[in-house]
């Protein structure tokens, strides 16, 4: 059976995150600041009952920060743990991946480097396949923090 | 030892069930050596197990099992269908008493002989037919107690968390959308459900700490016959609930802890007589709970910590700069023990204290919200105080605002909440930092707003004061203070936990995500050492320490007829529910039935119907007393100025507590209105009753007893206060007795010289029973 891709707009681009590590797709309603926190940590949010670690996905790729208001779109992640929302600029597709990944050859570009899991081809584009667990755990910087 | 026997009954039970294939296999291929093995290995358990507790019939079946199985182990004996079946029946005897010791019935012991005898080697009954044991009688009661596993307990919690999470959601969505009679009253059904069912789950998540104490005796008893010593142990309050994980986090803090007592602290037999000491050390634990939080104490009486070592190895670690070591007082270098890098084992063996990880101490107490204070006297003993919360996922908390976001702060590190600028609080800046004035006492302040980098309100600001472990109390200014709230406390992630500042993530009632602040946490972040806390709580000592006389620490709470009281906190040992049939008007007064023990019961007047009783347990030390009440309110410190009742009573008077009166209980005339009389300490006089007087173990007996006296059988050797005889007869012979207490059967004297009593005479009875035992408190 193919692996399921999700595929989302993430700092301008289309990328795909395998559909077996995210539990599902919310808007979030709002985001609590969590003062000192890791960088890349845009706040804490609510999902039922639950506390979601809001991810910010530019900041994690040190590309600055998502822009205040407008719709929260963002991927649920459970990571070691904790379940976390990963905020993106749009979710747009679930699809099944043509063939398994494979690595990429040429440098991905400073902060994709770190997350970049190899490309697939899905839908007939070629996509960067993005591992949502190095998008949470950020960059080096405040994984030393 | 209750306890013991249980879990002695369900691991036999367990093991049945899981022998049950095994045996069925070995009936089928008895030459099978392993499951010969395996039974074999059953039934020894169960001998060395049933000697121990003293179950003399399950012992003897195990026990001629045993010597079966062994000779078929041996090949002195074949296993033959005959015996196999005899085995079996042994076997299933033992489940069947296992069965009846746990329902508490009565099994007839006549055929235990008979399937005994099956198992040798002249067939008893031509052929014993391996007849099924006769399945359990459908009557039987059914087990009161099952067994869980500890993640399934946790999912349950989880999933009445999120319920009532989601029950105040849904109650906030009902509050904002138009009113609907029928709907709010079922959801008000649904509300009073999830909130029992908290209630329940969380008593299932609570054990007895018992099970922590009972393996006490045994590691004290190696350890000291490791290291020559000898000590003895006393454990108190086993009763004490708290939440099972929380046990297990506490296990190796309390294990450490009493490990280094007995290695640093308790002196080898010799020094302790030099120093004029008992030979033996002791050693005592004990737990109690205060309100929300459970109370661990550990206190020996051995040499105790030597605080200027201490300081000398902490400046040679470059913990502390010489300078700064002249300006500690001693319980600063008390506090010392728990740095981190005094630690390692090496280092330590030059000191002649402790230190052997007591950070790591510290640091698991910490992490499960707890505190822990130590307090030496040179020559005369450590005490070291573990303080923990009841559960870990619900905490009593503050919440607080800073910057306009809300934060919660656990109730159990908050020691007052003061209003800035005002005459009680003033806050001055010292170079970079502040320190709040507090009633004569300076701590150092650390703003919310600067340690969150926010901007911060100008007007109204509160004070927190916060006390986080090792004692170094500092203020902290928030934006507001908000409310007092249960919160159900989940653990944050890694990258928000990396501020160093948060204990961990909750939910508001509004569904909104709240940070739970961690006290010790923003004294690290605000860079509150030791040191520097010691320079500014120098201040003015004597000033403090008044202050803190003259305030009282209070438990609020609302009586059963609705009125708002307050009692003492040290004098409150625990709170407890109870079930309405637990109180009874028994032996002339309202009694409540406890684990294994009766309590008087005051604060109540007449038995509850239904449904379940609050209680407070309240101590004095030695006696008990229960008394009943509604709901607790808070706990706060305050100097009391208290208006006397017209007449002595229950009441001590009537205080002013946020404008409210509140009856202040007086815990000395309720112990003296109620407690039962205590007995003396020490050992009890010891009476001598010869054996074999129906009248004397029936009648005599209980009034003895109840008279304090400890009863023995007299006999050669016996040695006796008072010694019971009939004037008729000879005194028993042997008994070693302070004095002989003749009684006799006729009302009149019998000569002049009859000093004997008449055995009905209650009030000459009692009064030379008295003069026995308080003869025997004056010699002692």
Known sequence: MADLLLIVRLAGRRVALPAADVEGVVEL????????????????????????TVIDGLASLEF??????????????PSGGHTYAILVEAVEDVVEAARTPV?????????WERVAAGMVEAGGDLLLLVDPHALIAGPPTARAA | MDDLINDFLAETRDMLQALSGVIVAWEAEPSDRARLDEIFRFVHTVKGNCGFFDLPRLQQLSHAAEDVLADVRAGRRGADARLVSAVLAVIDRIGELVQALETGEALASEDDEQLISALGKAPAVPALDP?????????????????????????????????????NELGRRLRD??????????????????????????RTRMQRIDSLFTALPRMVRDLSAELGKQVRLEVDGGDVELDREMLEMIRDPLTHIIRNAIDHGIEPAKERAAAGKDKAGRLRVAARQAGNQILIEVADDGRGIDGEALVRKAIAAGIVTAEKAETLSPQRRLALVFAPGLSTAGEVTAISGRGVGMDVVRANIERIGGVVDVDSRAGEG??????????????PALTVSAGGQIFAVPR???EEILRAGTGVAH?????????ATIRGRRVPLADLCDLLGVAASDEGRKIVLLKPAGGDSYALAVDAVHDHEELVVKPAAPAVMAAGLYAGTTLADDGRPILLLDPSGMAGQAGFRFDEAEVAGRGDEAGAADAAARETSLLLFRGLDGGLRAVPVPVVERIEDVPAEAVRFSAGRLRVSLAERILPLAGCAEPPKEGKLRLLRLTDGAAEIAYGFAEVIDIRSLALELRPPPHPGELAGVALIDGLQVEVLDPHWLFAAHADAARPAGAPPVCALPEGDPWMDNMLRPLIESLGYRVVAAGEGVEADVLIACAEGEAPAGVAAGSVLRLRTRAEVDGENDNSIYRYDRGALVAALSRGEAKERADG
């Open chain 2, 412 to 414: 159990s590190a908050i």
């Open chain 2, 177 to 202: 959308g138009d009113r609907d009679v029928a709907l709010e009253a079922a959801f008000e059904r649904l509300s009073g459900c999830i909130g029992e069912i908290r209630d329940a789950i969380t």
């Open chain 1, 64 to 77: 600055g920060r998502a822009g205040a208001g407008g719709p929260l779109e963002a991927i649920v992640v």
């Open chain 1, 103 to 111: 690595a990429v050859r040429a440098p991905v570009g400073a902060g």
């Open chain 2, 382 to 395: 450590v005490r070291l105080v573990i303080r923990v919360p009841l559960t870990l996922t619900i905490i």
């Open chain 2, 131 to 167: 007849e099924p044991p006769a399945p359990a009688p459908e009557t039987k009661k059914a087990m009161r107690s099952i067994r869980l596993s500890v993640d399934l307990l946790d999912r349950m919690m989880n999933g009445v968390s999120d319920a009532v999470l989601a029950r």
């Open chain 2, 427 to 435: 806050v001055e800046r010292v170079g970079e930092s502040s320190v």
């Open chain 1, 29 to 52: 309603e709002g985001i609590t600041a969590a003062p000192r926190a890791a960088p890349h940590v845009a706040g804490l949010s609510a999902l039922r009952s639950r506390v979601l």
